[in-house]
């Protein structure tokens, strides 16, 4: 592409508005015109590693010829059709069928959206269904944690714990209360006399569940590590506490797995690394490792139990146009069908581990406060003093640009780095993320 080519481009993308846009941050866009593996081929000749797997979701790498082949099959097939009315297509019941028990037991019933904000939503709205139907209209509140990202749409963005992202979009829909996260590199909340930080934000949900009435709350929702708030792994004991208050309580438990589901953290699903279940579970992303738009939820068998009770006139009214896309459920399949043949799972345990130890390397750099992770997904925290914890946004901004120049994709979130690289990444590869991430440190030192 000659500069005249990628002017008159940056000119006409101008006609369309980006994703959390401001114009002033859009500006130098890098035109990505190919992938192969791990690896992304901009139009000016740059090769960078892809540090992010897209947006935390190309788990099976790009160029993947065996979901081309799959989403042109079924295309050429029958791309798509109604799932309403009686009406359903193969692809979507062999993998429903394909993901009953998949990844919890007892959570055996599979509906279908297009990504992650609509699976959030759907989950709420089935949480809210679920209590109507158990005779308590009253429970619509949803607990979330300060810091969690769940989504776009209205009630995701609310849900969502992020003011940024609630700024110009309010007034806030009524129900949605937020609680410190446990965050062991810097908890929010106070910590009472000898509690584990996890002792301590399980605490904060029911005091929140006493405060605002348990007959008012729907559900609580949390991402098992969360992704956009600066990759958090939560300490071992606060899940099965979690789990113990909702039950205590009788608040659903929704987990949002649409960056930890399908083998990221080094289990199928994230919540095993704790052994606790969810009463419904949104998935999304790497179902199709970004191939296809598609994501779902996965409803308990006690949930799908009240549906079928159900008078005509209590029906579930909901649903979208590309619920159970045909050709979206077929790539879904196949994708399924690699990321076992290629045991997705063991390898982000183990190339985790590997990328965690290169990258706590780098806390020799000053800035550097704290490195964490789970399986393929690490956090770099960047702050300007290592004792105050000083959070350094500017200074993560930096090395981000840097990285990039040394050919590295990561993803700047305030003053953390994130890295979640596709899934299909060598150990080779691992070592030149933490090579290039160190190159790019000590440039900007
Ligand atoms: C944890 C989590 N939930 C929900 C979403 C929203 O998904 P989507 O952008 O597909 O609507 C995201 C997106 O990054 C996410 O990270």
Redesign the pocket.
Known sequence: MTKKDYESWVEKDKKQLHPTYHPKSHVDPLVIERGEGVWLYTADGQKILDGMAG??NVNAGYGREELAKAAYDQMKELAFTSNFSGMTNLPSTLLADRLAGFAYEGLNTTFFTS????S?DSAFKTARYYWKRKGKPGKYKVIARKGA????TLATTFATGLEKYHTMFGPAPEGFVHIPAPNPYRYEGQLKNGETIGQAAARELEEAILREGADTVAAFIA?PVM??GGVIVPPDDYFPLIRSVCDKHEILFIA?E??TGFGRTGEWFALKHWNVKPDILAF??AITSGYAQL?GIQLSDEIRETMESAAESEAYMHGFTYSGHAMACAVGLKNLEIMEAEGYPKRAKELGSRLLDGLKSLEEFSFVGNVRGLGLVCGVEIVSDKDSKTADPAMAMKVFKAAQQHGLRSRPLGNVLAFSPPLSINEEEVDEIVKRLGAAMDSVV
């Open positions: 947006l935390w990504g992650g904000s609509e959030n990202y769940h989504g776009v991402e992704g956009v949002d649409v960056i999304a992303k994501g």
